[in-house]
């Protein structure tokens, strides 16, 4: 080989040698790609998704996604670079600042799931007892709008139940709130107007005690129907001898205002005539003396005062007959008895036998307590 030969090979040989060199030192001096903090980032938020940090910690989950966003984007960006130029420092602290809010999001979802769930279960035994408190009024034919507000209020009830044992807080949690606003209004509606009603409990325990005194003193027979408990008495000589079931008006609850209202009376009246066979369409029928004066009298005020219609009707006709034992309150006001019931009653009582008709023999305390 020629001296310029061996020159040239030699040449080569360094040129090769300081290629090499450059390369591995390009290659270290290559700045590392952020993988792994990345990783940890995305793991992160997805965990804190799977916690429902979406829903119970949005606003830090939001921050969380914002930055793994953010860091991807620089990423991206840095990888466009010539590789000796690229800087992830911006990536990695984007990445950590994303995992920490997303620690953060799990941990605030978790306190606020356990509030929830625990502010939930309170609204539950809530909402539950207006029910059973309502439930223990449910003898007394409450109006559309309460009973239609209860039926509403105790279907969102039950749906929130199911939603909630499903895991779904927040959709229980609205059902609950549009239940309570429905039974919070069923349950001071109901108890109002049936508080309303028993202002009258005084007179009601007056009138059966003076007629069983009555009955007793003049050694006859008495009849005492109580709207609540849905039953007709009879006494003799003061002492009870039968106890018959009995169906009243529609809308029993209240006093007989007028004509068409399905409302049976309260007051103290008699028997006025004893129909049976082509006189009655029901079996046998005790006519009584509705309206007595006391009607009358409230009646005219009402009108005058316009708390009745001018052209409205006190009504009458209101009789205690047979063809009873349908197991609802269904008449237009009259009282209905089986009539095997009627039979009983029809042989012992006479025109003039007194029918006393009460709201109630107990007090509205003693009915909450039953």
């Given at each position: ?15 090769f ?8 030192i390009?290659?270290?001096m ?11 980032a ?7 998704r799977?916690?429902?940090?979406e829903t119970?910690?949005?606003?830090t989950?939001?921050k ?9 984007i ?10 000796l130029?690229?800087?992830y ?10 995992k920490?809010q997303?620690?953060?999001?799990i ?5 606020s ?17 207006l029910?059973?408190?309502?439930k223990?009024?449910?003898r007394f ?21 199911a939603?909630?044992?499903?895991g779904?807080l927040?959709?229980?949690n609205n ?5 309570e606003?429905?039974?919070?209004h069923a349950?001071s509606?109901?108890?109002?107007l049936?508080e309303d009603?028993?202002?009258n409990?005084?007179?009601w ?17 008495a009849?005492?129907v ?14 009870l001898?039968?106890?018959f079931d009995?169906?009243?008006?529609k ?6 205002r007028?004509?068409?209202d399905?409302?049976?009376p ?14 009655t ?5 005790l ?7 006391d ?19 006190i009504g009458?006709l209101?009789e205690?007959?047979g063809h009873?034992?349908k ?6 006001g ?16 006479q025109?003039g036998?007194?029918?006393?008709i ?12 039953q």
């Open positions: 080989m020629t001296k310029k030969a061996r020159i040239t090979t030699i040449i080569l040989v360094i040129i040698v300081l290629l090499g060199a450059g390369t591995i390009a290659i270290n290559k700045p590392e790609a952020p993988i792994a903090e990345v990783e940890m995305r793991q992160a938020l997805a965990l804190a799977n916690q429902k940090a119970f910690a949005k606003e989950f939001v969380a996604q914002q930055l793994y966003d953010s860091a991807m620089v990423w991206n960006n840095e990888n466009e670079k010539f590789f130029k690229r800087d420092q911006q990536v990695r602290e984007l990445a950590t600042l994303s920490q997303s620690d953060l999001a941990e605030q979802a978790g306190k799931f356990k509030n929830l769930e625990t502010a939930i279960q309170r609204k539950l035994i809530y909402l539950n007892k029910v059973s408190e309502i223990v009024l449910s034919p409450l109006p559309l709008k309460i009973t239609n507000s209860l039926s509403k209020g105790k279907l969102l009830l039950n749906e929130a139940q939603t909630s044992r499903d779904m927040h959709q229980a059902k609950l709130n549009e239940a606003i429905l039974l919070e349950h509606k109901a108890n109002s049936i009603y028993f202002k409990f005084d007179n325990k007056m009138w059966k005690a003076n007629t069983i005194r009555d009955s007793k003193l003049n050694k006859s027979v009849i005492v109580d709207k609540y408990a849905g039953k007709c008495f009879l006494y003799k000589n003061g002492a001898t039968h106890e009995a169906e009243l008006g809308n029993w609850l209240g006093n007989k007028q004509k068409g399905k409302v049976t309260e007051g103290q009246y008699k028997i006025t005539d004893k129909k049976e066979n082509s006189r369409k029901y079996y046998k029928a006519l009584i003396n509705y309206p007595n004066d009607d009358k009298k409230r009646f005219q005020n009402e009108v005058k005062n316009g708390s009745l219609a001018a052209n409205s009707k009458n209101i205690i007959h009873g034992g197991g609802s309150d269904w008449t237009d009259c009282v209905a008895l089986t009539n095997s019931d009627m039979d009983i009653l029809f042989k012992v009582v025109k036998t007194p029918v006393t009460i709201g109630s023999s107990i007090t509205l305390a003693q009915i909450k307590k």
